[in-house]
């Protein structure tokens, strides 16, 4: 009964603070497989390649609280935070990224899902 009342009020101080984003509280990646409808589209010209990332997070509890995309070698990978859902907030993301002409894949979540791929793509390496 205690551990009951405790978590609920915990919850409601989550739901209530509002000088703190919620992810300071709860952190916690989207991964690919919990991403309704995900769309993944290539632009790409003579001088550059974009990629266009969109889709619906899974849980509905959770809003997209930002979008990190980090380098890390010849990958990037972009990580989508989640955190407790509240006023204003979406559970969708859509990202436009430029691909770096030494970028050779794309990865999605902590789990490294591949969402794209040079040696699949209509993008040309450029060489320097």
């Not at 915990?10 to 409808?37: H, M, R």
């Not at 010209?45 to 959770?62: D, E, M, Q, T, Y």
């Not at 890390?72 to 979406?90: I, N």
């Amino acid at each position: 009964m205690f551990s009951k009342l405790l978590t609920m009020i915990i919850g409601i101080l989550l739901l209530t603070c509002t000088d703190v984003p919620a992810s300071s509280f709860l952190s916690q990646s989207l991964e690919l497989k919990d991403v309704l409808g995900l769309s993944v589209t290539e632009e790409s010209n003579v001088k550059l390649c974009s990629l266009r990332i969109r889709g619906l997070a899974g849980h509905s509890a959770l809003m997209i609280e930002r979008t990190i995309v980090e380098r890390k070698g010849r990958t990037a990978q972009v990580l989508v935070e989640l955190s407790l859902a509240r006023d204003g907030g979406s559970g969708n993301f859509d990202l436009a990224l430029n691909i770096d002409p030494l970028i050779d894949e794309v990865i999605f979540g902590n789990e490294k899902a591949v969402v794209w791929q040079r040696s699949h793509s209509k993008c040309v390496s450029q060489k320097y």
